[in-house]
């Protein structure tokens, strides 16, 4: 199995780099959904979606050296080319450290971006149960129409006058 010339190792630093940053905003998303800052949300949505995208392209990048040095373009071929000790990058030491660095941090921000799903399910659950408490009333009516205006099915006050 001949190495290419770039091999699969090249993109790790870069790679680690932008999964050390996604889960920095991962964990500034985290503490915005414990705190209910939902409006500060989109810009990180934003700031996420570029990372993800450039480790795409890194992921890519490496699959496609691991390709051309005969290994499966993939996550088990990156560890098949570091175990076979075949990789011409002069520090493999270095290499296989920054790999498994990689790894752990990409499990850290799974298991973030997984709690943190669950943490926009119980948002959504809380307000889906606000808006429904505001769209019944107990004669089975809408208080609120879709237009956020109180319902005309509603009974009016009449004024006591004593």
Same mark, same amino acid.
């Given at each position: #199995? ?6 699969? *190792?090249?993109? @790790? ?10 889960? $920095?905003? @991962? ?8 705190? =209910?800052?939902? *409006? ?7 700031? &996420? ?24 373009? /993939? /996550? ?19 290499? &296989? &450290?920054?790999?498994? /660095?990689?790894?752990?941090?990409? $499990? ?7 709690? +943190? *799903? @669950?943490?926009? *399910?119980?948002? #959504?659950?809380?307000? $889906?149960? =606000?808006? +429904?408490? @505001?769209? %019944? %009333? ?15 099915? #509603? ?8």
């Amino acid at each position: #199995m001949k190495a290419n010339s770039v091999g699969p *190792g090249s993109t @790790l630093d870069e790679e680690f780099d932008g999964a050390h940053q996604l889960l $920095q905003l @991962l964990q500034q998303e985290h503490e915005q959904l414990l705190d =209910a800052e939902i *409006g500060k949300l989109e810009k990180l949505i934003e700031k &996420k979606a570029a990372v993800i995208i450039r480790l795409l392209e890194l992921a890519k990048s490496r699959h496609s050296c691991l390709a051309a040095a005969g290994f499966q373009a /993939e /996550e088990a071929g990156m560890q098949a080319w570091i175990d076979s000790g075949s990789t011409t990058d002069r520090n493999f030491v270095s290499t &296989k &450290k920054r790999w498994d /660095e990689l790894i752990a941090l990409t $499990q850290s921000a799974k298991e973030l971006n997984r709690v +943190n *799903g @669950l943490l926009i *399910g119980s948002h #959504m659950a809380r307000n $889906q149960s =606000a808006l +429904n408490a @505001l769209q %019944s %009333s107990p004669d089975g009516g809408n208080i609120y129409g879709p237009n956020g205006q109180p319902s005309r099915n #509603m009974p009016s006050r009449g004024l006591i006058i004593s």
